[in-house]
């Protein structure tokens, strides 16, 4: 299973950490890990590459992990734009949940 934990401040997601496969196919034709990690890696090129951000970002593959924490100190334009992005990854990885229960668990800590 794939279990995916969004980090949160009061209100404010600061990140969120992602392990493990889903198990609903072989390694490789997983469309369900395929679909996470997919997402995962758009929100982060988002925050990175073209929002500019030093969003610290942490993969391993062996472990199927991949986490990512906002940096502190974000303008209040670039704290909405974050928050938009991750609270809709929370939002697209929740009715991914809601499809595959038995393959992604989401949570909130």
Same mark, same amino acid.
């Given at each position: ?32 890990? !395929? %679909? @996470?990690?997919?997402?995962? +890696? ?9 929002? =500019? $951000?030093? !969003? %610290? @970002?942490?993969?391993?593959? +062996? ?9 502190? =100190? $974000?303008? !209040? ?33």
């Amino acid at each position: 299973m794939t279990t995916i934990t969004f980090h949160t401040e009061g209100s404010r997601i600061v990140g969120f950490d992602s392990k493990g496969h889903s198990g609903y196919a072989p390694e490789g034709t997983d469309i369900v890990c !395929a %679909a @996470v990690t997919s997402a995962i +890696r758009l929100v982060e090129c988002t925050v990175n590459d073209v929002m =500019g $951000l030093a !969003a %610290a @970002v942490k993969v391993s593959e +062996r472990d199927a992990r991949i986490s990512l924490r906002l940096p502190g =100190g $974000l303008s !209040a334009s670039a704290e909405s734009a974050c928050q938009a992005l991750l609270t809709g990854l929370m939002l697209y990885l929740s009715q991914l949940r809601d499809e595959y229960p038995e393959n992604i668990e989401v949570l909130e800590a």
